[in-house]
């Protein structure tokens, strides 16, 4: 079991950056795949990014690709996703989240994943 704990949300402007972290709690983080995920008002929970156990793979959105960062420390239990060139339909509460082991490595859906923090906001200002 892990427990996760998001920080790092808050207001920023267009164009700005911001970097959130995840900490973890548990034996099997460094041995588990992690991924982020974001929900705005109204809408599902979206597949931002996820990285494999080791930090060698990563995977993300169409959507955020090219300006966000998914990486981890595996000696201080964190996983961290670096936000660049923010624009306003980027804000949303931000969740990070276990890979099941037992799901396949390119699924995006929420199902594949547990162990979900509680979400930090992310509110991007035009």
């Known amino acids: 079991q892990v427990q996760l704990v998001e920080s790092g949300g808050g207001l920023v402007q267009v164009g700005g950056s911001l970097r959130l972290s995840c900490a973890a709690s548990?034996?099997?983080?460094?041995?588990?795949?992690m991924g982020w995920f974001r929900q705005a008002p109204g809408n599902d929970r979206e597949f931002v990014a996820a990285?494999?156990?080791?930090?060698?793979?990563?995977l993300y959105s169409g959507s955020v690709k090219g300006r966000f960062t998914i990486s981890r420390d595996n000696a201080k239990s964190t996983v961290y996703l670096q936000m660049n060139s923010l624009k306003p339909e980027d804000t949303a509460v931000y969740y990070c989240?276990?890979?099941?082991?037992?799901?396949?490595?390119?699924?995006?859906?929420?199902?594949?994943?547990?162990?979900w923090g509680q979400g930090t906001q992310v509110t991007v200002s035009s």
């Open positions: 548990g034996r099997t983080f460094s041995s588990s795949g």
């Open positions: 989240a276990r890979k099941r082991p037992d799901s396949m490595w390119s699924d995006q859906r929420p199902t594949s994943f547990d162990n």
């Open positions: 990285i494999s156990w080791s930090g060698g793979f990563t």
